[in-house]
């Protein structure tokens, strides 16, 4: 059977950064993403085992998922 999936190279997980009232940085994490990306990383992970992704809710990880794939350039 093969795989769906065939991960190669280097997927990092993304820490979410946040303002000082406790709201989502996007801002901050657009250039967190645009940095790892331009490092050379193979693929990205929103919600991943960096911690808060516990701490969230589901429509912040949604809404979190979501600009992370917006801001993604092939």
Do not use: W
């Amino acid at each position: 059977m093969a795989a769906i999936f065939q991960f190669e190279g280097i997927y990092t997980p993304l820490v979410t950064p946040y303002k000082a009232d406790e709201s989502i940085d996007f801002d901050a994490l657009s250039d967190v993403i645009e940095f790892l990306i331009s490092k050379g990383v193979h693929g990205l992970i929103s919600g991943g085992s960096t911690g808060e992704n516990y701490t969230q809710t589901v429509a912040e990880r949604i809404e979190i998922a979501r600009f992370c794939k917006d801001q993604i350039k092939e």
